[in-house]
């Protein structure tokens, strides 16, 4: 398992994100996200600061609309525009989906802001560990 923390900056807080390890394996989960509120314009950029150079400039972000009561869309993100999508899909309700227009896409577990920190250190293993055949 991966965990992609940044270090904070003198007022920020640590990103709480883990991320599943790369590898070949298809998964339909890549990894759990959980914001400290459900404020997508003050979580949201921190959460695409966070995430490995690797996975390129993420152009579109898809959040489930019952969850995110404000949602923008389109967010300046680092001087990037980051379209800003929402689904009610019953099966999207606690992920994020983020696109990365020629490197991928990558579905996160989103971890309930108020989650206690007992609860939400297993759902995060677990989440970063989950595989289609799991």
């Keep these: 398992m991966t965990a992609a923390l940044q270090p904070p900056h003198s007022s920020s807080p640590v990103l709480r994100l883990r991320l599943a390890p790369h590898g070949d394996v298809p998964r339909s989960i890549d990894g759990a996200w959980w914001p400290r509120s459900y404020d997508l314009l003050a979580e949201l950029p921190s959460l695409l600061a966070g995430l490995p150079r690797t996975w390129g400039h993420i152009a579109s972000v898809t959040v ?57 250190g297993p759902l995060m293993a677990a989440a970063a560990g989950m595989s289609l055949e799991g």
């Design 64 to 120: 489930n609309g019952a969850l995110w009561p404000t949602t923008p869309g389109r967010m300046l993100v680092s001087n990037e525009v980051v379209r800003v999508c929402r689904t009610v899909a019953a099966s999207a309700a606690h992920t994020i989906v983020l696109l990365a227009p020629g490197q991928g896409r990558w579905d996160l577990l989103v971890v309930p802001p108020d989650t206690t920190e007992e609860a939400a």
